[in-house]
C-alpha cells in the first residue's frame, strides 16, 4: 500500500513554544491531507483538512490560529502547534487518499506531542 | 455519513476466526463500509471496504447483509499481532475526498 511518514515521531517541549510536525506521502500525491488528534484512550478526533495550494478546512471548536496548517507541496503537509501547552499533548496523526477513486486513506505513524 | 455501532470490546483465541460486527442502519445507497485498524500507538491501517458485495483480500473478508444494514469484518485465523482497535466506518465515495469520522470501534484481543 501507498506510505505516509510523519516527522518527528515524538517531540518534548517546554510550554509556550512551538512545535511543527511534518507529514509527507512517499510514494504518492496528496491533494489533500488530514489531520487528527488522539488523547489515551480515545478515538481519534479530525481536527482539519489540509489542502494544497489553499487554506485548510478546520473542524469546529479548532483554533486555526493555535494550529497552523500548510500545504505547500503535493507530497508535504505540515501542522504547527503554536504556543503549546500542557493540554495540547497527544497523539497527532495524519493521513492522505491516494485519490485512486477507492477513497482509501493511508495514515501517518503519528506524533506523540508531551508538552511540559 | 451513517453512523455505526460496534460493541466495545471483543475476545478472541489465537488461530479461530474473529468476527468483528457493525450496525449501520441508516447507510445510504452511496455509502461505502470501511474498515480500519490501529494497533496499539500507531497510525490507523486499512484493511478492507466493500458497497454490496462480499469482499476479501489477504488480511480479511467482509460480509455485508443483502439489506446493507450490518457487516462483519472477519479475520479468519487471528494472531497477536491482531490485537488493535477495529473501526468501521461508513462513507460516500466519488464525491471529492471526504474525511474519516472515526467512531469509538472494537478493541480486540487476542489471546494465546
Known amino acids: 500500500g501507498a506510505v505516509v511518514s510523519q516527522h518527528p515521531s515524538r517531540v518534548i517541549c517546554k510550554s509556550g513554544t512551538s512545535v511543527k510536525i511534518e507529514c509527507r506521502s512517499l510514494?504518492?500525491?496528496?491533494?489533500?491531507m488530514f489531520w487528527y488528534r488522539q488523547f489515551p484512550k480515545k478515538s481519534l478526533m479530525l481536527m482539519a483538512t489540509?489542502?494544497?495550494?489553499?487554506?485548510?478546512?478546520?473542524e469546529q471548536g479548532v483554533e486555526k490560529d493555535k494550529f497552523l496548517i500548510n500545504h505547500a507541496s503535493l507530497t508535504l503537509s505540515t501542522l504547527t502547534v503554536t504556543s503549546a501547552h500542557p493540554e495540547d499533548s497527544s497523539f497527532y496523526i495524519c493521513?492522505?487518499?491516494?485519490?485512486?477513486?477507492?477513497?482509501?486513506?493511508?495514515f501517518g505513524p503519528g506524533t506523540r506531542l508531551l508538552v511540559l | 455519513d451513517a453512523k455505526t455501532t460496534q460493541p466495545t470490546s471483543m475476545d478472541c483465541a489465537e488461530g479461530r476466526a474473529a468476527n468483528l460486527p457493525c450496525n449501520h442502519s441508516?447507510?445510504?445507497?452511496?455509502?461505502?463500509v470501511y474498515w480500519y485498524r490501529q494497533i496499539h500507538s500507531q497510525g490507523p491501517q486499512y484493511i478492507i471496504h466493500?458497497?454490496?458485495n462480499n469482499e476479501t483480500n489477504e488480511m480479511a473478508s467482509l460480509i455485508i447483509t443483502e439489506d446493507r444494514k450490518s457487516s462483519t469484518l472477519i479475520l479468519p485465523h487471528a494472531t497477536l499481532r491482531d490485537t488493535a482497535v477495529y473501526y468501521c466506518i461508513a462513507q460516500e465515495v466519488n464525491t471529492g475526498f471526504q474525511k474519516l469520522v472515526f467512531g469509538t470501534g472494537t478493541r480486540l484481543l487476542v489471546s494465546p
Open positions: 466493500g458497497l454490496k
Open positions: 441508516t447507510i445510504s445507497g452511496n455509502e461505502y
Open positions: 489540509s489542502n494544497e495550494g489553499s487554506k485548510a478546512t478546520y
Open positions: 510514494d504518492f500525491q496528496a491533494t489533500t
Open positions: 493521513s492522505a487518499p491516494t485519490g485512486t477513486g477507492t477513497e482509501t486513506q493511508y
